[in-house]
Each structure stands twice: as C-alpha cells, then as structure tokens.
C-alpha cells in the first residue's frame, strides 16, 4: 500500500462551487499533515498545514482524522485562480513523503 | 520568497555521462532534500540531508548520490545517467518547526534534466 493516496482527479469544478477531496496515509507514526498546491510546471507552494482540529484559512478548511488515517481539503466558492493540482504530505520523522496530487479544473 | 536556486535549470545530457545538480541556499535552513517528479508517480524523495555531512535515502535512491559539505550548497550526482533518470528535479529546504516533525518545505524552481 502506497504512504500516501490520492485520488489524481481531475475534478471539473464550476466556479463558486464547493469541492473536497480526501488523502489517506498508512504509516500511523505520521506526525504531521499538510496541504500543497502545483502549478502547472511550477515547484510546490505550502497551501495550509493540517492540525488535529481541523483549520480554516478563508475558503480553505483542512481536517485531520487519526482514527481513519485521512485528512481532507474543503475549497468554497472555488475560483478560476484555484485551478491547480493539491499534493497531500505527510510527515514522518525527518522524511516527507507526497501524495501524487489531485488535479482541480475550475470552469467559468 | 526564500532564497534557494537551483542550478542548470536546464540540461540535456547522454546516456552514461556523469551529471551533477546544485541546489544553494541562502535561509541557514538545516534541513535540504531532493525530489524527483514524474508523470504518474508525483513527487518522490531521493535523498535528504539533516546537517553538514549528515545525509539518509529516500524512497528512490538507487542511481543517485548527494554530499553536503556546507550548510548551504546540497549537490545531487549521478554518476552514470540513465534514460530513467530524465526527469524533473526539485530540491526543497525547510527548518523545523516549534511541533515536532513538522518540517514546511520550500522548494527551488526546478531543474529539468533530459538522458538522450
């Protein structure tokens, strides 16, 4: 089983819409959860961090589930601009391993 | 942005040739890593360094080597370069965080390498 899973999309999202999407990880030592965002041919961006009760950083809400193993990224009133492929990481030790990303198209 | 440049950016090189790719920072940050991403596979670490001289494996380290002798300069060698190995290069630098095991990664532009 693969660390760190992710469904690779691509989500086709009208604008103002609401989308969510969900990454699982294995390994239950993780010690620390986050969000990134990639532009097309661009380097990744820290997004958000992930904390155990769950954050919100204007439209953006993360939640962690321990129990579950998952932790989940909610956008609202998705933008054009939020067009991008979201990486799930996940920290373990001094390693940090990345989900292969889920692809969000926003349509006009 | 945090200061951190890779370098070539660019390289196209053949099959069996030695290359070696720079990443530099100018953070003091003491944790660097390379990651390799491929069309299918994401973002695979291939090595990391946690100090001067202090470097583990990734999950893809077979074919690649790195050294650190200082605290801003992470090189990554491959000593004979294979057709498998074109691929798109990042390196990132982070310094932990007050929660332990948190490590915010910032990364470079991104070095794309071609093996003919």
């Known amino acids: 089983r693969k660390e760190v899973e992710q469904d690779p999309g691509p989500f086709n999202v009208p604008e103002g819409a609401t989308v969510a999407f969900n990454c699982t990880y294995s390994n239950s030592a993780s010690q620390s959860f986050f969000w990134y965002r990639q532009d097309c041919r661009k380097e990744p961006k820290l997004l958000m961090s992930v904390y155990s009760s769950g954050n919100e950083d204007g439209r953006f809400t993360a939640q962690l589930n321990r129990a579950s193993q998952y932790i989940s990224l909610l956008i609202r009133d998705s933008k054009l601009s939020d067009s991008a492929t979201f990486l799930c990481?996940?920290?373990?030790?001094?390693?940090?391993?990345f989900g292969k990303g889920t692809r969000l198209h926003i349509l006009p | 942005d945090a200061g951190i440049t890779q370098s070539p950016r660019h390289k196209v090189t053949e099959t069996g040739t030695p290359v070696t790719l720079r990443c530099h920072q100018t953070e003091n940050h003491r944790y660097m890593y390379w990651y390799r991403q491929d069309p299918g596979h994401g973002l695979r670490l291939i090595h990391y360094s946690y100090g001067v001289k202090d470097t583990d494996k990734g999950e893809v380290s077979d074919g690649y080597s790195v050294s650190r002798s200082k605290t801003e300069d992470f090189l990554l060698t491959l000593e004979s370069a294979t057709s498998s190995q074109t691929s798109v290069y990042f390196c990132a630098i982070s310094e932990r965080q007050v929660s332990p095991g948190a490590n915010v990664l910032t990364f470079g532009a991104g070095s794309r390498l071609t093996v003919l």
């Open positions: 990481v996940v920290n373990i030790r001094d390693k940090i391993i």
